[in-house]
């Protein structure tokens, strides 16, 4: 009798779906290759890491997760703290998927399910923000808190378009934020309209990288800073550079770095985006790289 391996399938049953998902056909691809389907629905935050935590022992071979960068989130998080070093899948079923883009993974979700069992696991580095881990990025300013205060129902309705109009209502609002940033090699401090902290190619239409630049997996995440533009024509100059992607010629107003370590101080705290979810800001903050935390299939 053949033997087969077993998959952990954790699902988010309230991510951004826009249509009926086929998980008859998706569960099919996997027996196909050989793996026993065991399903677990995702009901509230954080049972992502709490299925993995229960369910991820040493007779489960892999472990897909499906659903947006939530649940990716709490998949890795739950991995990490059980030390698994089993390979992971993920089918991007959220509302705009940017982390899933930015890799390459289909937005189809069978494809996306062949993708997994077609591919070999890169190791991934992840970022630990005042103690709460993230798969991509932690940022502070202008439109972070649009992703998650946006109504899920809107964002599926919108997409993306729904973070563009609930940002034009912060235009009226902008105000830039005073930091101090220490990463142990260099010293920053400026009014800021955007920081981020991130390892990806794409950071929601902000920022888009070179695959050259950027190393998923090298102990580092890119520093990425827009400090507040005086006058309009140093908002051309920020614009230009977004736009061209040549950071050093934007006169420090756009900064771009390889960071391990950052300590990041506020006179008056604001809370960060992590990964789209709130994160709680402090007067002090300290951010770190896990070093090939997890091994993410893509």
């Not at 390979?87 to 993708?115: M, Q, R």
Request: some cysteine.
């Amino acid at each position: 009798m053949k033997k087969f391996k077993r998959l952990l399938f954790i699902v988010n049953p309230n991510a951004g779906l826009k249509r009926e998902t086929p998980f008859d056909a998706i569960c099919t691809v996997f027996e196909d290759h050989d793996y026993e389907v065991i399903v677990c629905f995702t009901r509230a935050a954080g049972d992502g890491t709490v299925i993995v935590r229960d369910h991820a022992g040493d007779d489960i071979d892999l472990i897909v997760c499906m659903g947006g960068d939530g649940t990716l989130n709490e998949t890795f998080a739950g991995a990490y703290e059980i030390g698994w070093r089993k390979p992971i899948g993920y089918i991007p079923a959220g509302t705009t998927n940017d982390f899933a883009s930015s890799i390459g993974l289909p937005s189809d979700h069978v494809e996306a399910a062949k993708h997994i069992m077609e591919h070999e696991p890169h190791d991934l580095d992840l970022g630990m923000f005042n103690g709460r881990m993230f798969v991509y990025t932690a940022c502070c300013g202008i439109f972070t808190k649009t992703s998650y205060e946006t109504p899920q129902k809107i964002k599926n309705v919108f997409g993306h378009l729904a973070y563009v109009l609930e940002g034009v209502k912060d235009l009226t609002q902008i105000h830039s934020i005073h930091m101090k940033i220490d990463t142990g090699t260099e010293k920053l401090e400026d009014n800021y309209l955007f920081v981020a902290m991130c390892n990806t190619y794409s950071l929601g239409g902000v920022m888009t990288l070179d695959e050259s630049q950027v190393c998923l997996s090298d102990g580092e995440f890119e520093l990425f800073t827009i400090a507040m533009p005086r006058d309009l024509l140093q908002l051309n100059t920020i614009i230009t550079a977004l736009a061209s992607q040549k950071y050093d010629e934007a006169n420090d107003l756009v900064h771009f770095t390889k960071v391990k370590n950052a300590e990041i101080l506020f006179p008056q705290f604001e809370d960060w985006s992590l990964d789209g979810e709130r994160g709680e800001g402090r007067e002090k903050n300290k951010f770190s790289v896990v070093h090939d935390a997890v091994r993410l299939i893509y």
